[in-house]
């Protein structure tokens, strides 16, 4: 059936906004190590925060990370998610979980089509079918071999499944749900901002970004006020490829 996006913030630095300003404070001054969370009063961080993120020194804010649960997005998605490299990930393995009956994402553009989502279900449908058949042909293959090579029934039966599913999850759509934990640290979470906030990007990262950053407000507001496409602080580096939407774009993301 299909799914939804959901985005989770499951754990984050403590205090990470003080945390910043305590390494970037050790920068500036002769303070210590015992000294340097001293007087972080919450108007001292901001107006430190504030004098660090427009100086643009990115390297504090490195010490602060963020770690999200995600789930209802596509094997598309994740795709392009781990190509942000400067980042940790864990992802639901279609080797040792098997997709019996799978969720997918369906893309908006297909469902505005005239039948356009019946056509998308159906060939979920036969993806799941052929999916299923194969697993099971493979299954009972390998647990044939496994018992011949000395395993009880068992202990072959529970091998052959990993096997089975190994191979046969080669059929398996782009548009079948996974689920991932992701941690990045801010500065990474600025530069995925910038990338994937784009009206540009493709939709559904697109919106996951968009959705991470509204929780990393809620937690760091101050780290993460400019956070978002390249826009926000600055002309359209995209030329003659933008959208055009700058003003609305900019409203966006500071209302956000």
């Not at 299909?2 to 989770?8: D, F």
């Not at 108007?43 to 602060?64: Q, Y």
């Not at 598309?76 to 998610?81: P, R, V, Y």
Request: hydrophobic share 35%; glycine share 6%; aromatic share 6%.
């Amino acid at each position: 059936m299909e799914t939804t996006l959901k985005v989770t913030l499951i754990q984050h630095t403590p205090e990470p906004e003080k945390l910043v300003a305590a390494a970037a404070k050790l920068c500036y001054s002769k303070a210590g190590a015992d000294e340097i969370m001293e007087d972080l009063t919450d108007d001292n961080v901001e107006r430190f925060l504030t004098r660090l993120m427009d100086m643009g020194h990115a390297s504090p804010i490195e010490h602060a990370s963020f770690t999200f649960a995600i789930e209802g997005v596509s094997r598309a998605l994740t795709h392009q998610l781990v190509r942000h490299r400067m980042a940790s990930f864990s992802q639901k393995s279609q080797r040792y979980v098997s997709e019996g009956q799978f969720n997918y994402v369906i893309p908006p553009e297909i469902k505005a089509l005239p039948d356009g989502e019946t056509i998308f279900v159906e060939g979920m449908e036969n993806a799941q079918k052929t999916y299923d058949a194969l697993a099971q042909k493979l299954i009972e293959k390998y647990t044939r071999d496994l018992m011949a090579s000395g395993l009880s029934e068992k202990q072959a039966a529970m091998a052959a499944e990993k096997q089975g599913i190994e191979d046969a999850r080669f059929v398996l759509p782009n548009a079948c749900e996974t689920k991932i934990v992701t941690t990045m640290n801010t500065r990474e979470l600025l530069h995925f901002y910038n990338q994937r906030c784009c009206n540009r990007a493709q939709w559904e990262i697109r919106e996951l970004a968009t959705q991470m950053l509204k929780e990393c407000k809620k937690v760091a507001p101050l780290l993460f006020k400019n956070g978002g496409p390249r826009c926000m602080e600055g002309p359209c580096p995209e030329g003659s490829m933008t959208c055009g939407k700058m003003t609305e774009v900019r409203e966006k993301f500071k209302q956000l």
